[in-house]
């Protein structure tokens, strides 16, 4: 399975395959609850862009979104 940013629903048949992702970089974020997906897409935006201009603040990308 390879990761990737996003969002939708998460379905599986195989409990395995979900298991295998995580890590220091995996997140899950509802986002009717926390800020809405648009906002949700922007900070996972933000996040890589930080990473890719060596100015992010978070050692891991999943922490630099919720910063």
Known sequence: VEPKVGSGHLKTKN??????????????????IVCGILHLKQ???LAIKA???????????????LL
């Open 51 to 65: 990473h890719e201009g060596n100015y992010n603040l978070a050692k891991e990308k999943s922490t630099e979104v």
């Open 15 to 32: 409990i395995e395959d979900v298991k295998s992702l995580i890590n220091s970089d995996f997140a899950v974020i509802n986002p009717k």
């Open 43 to 45: 900070a996972a935006y």
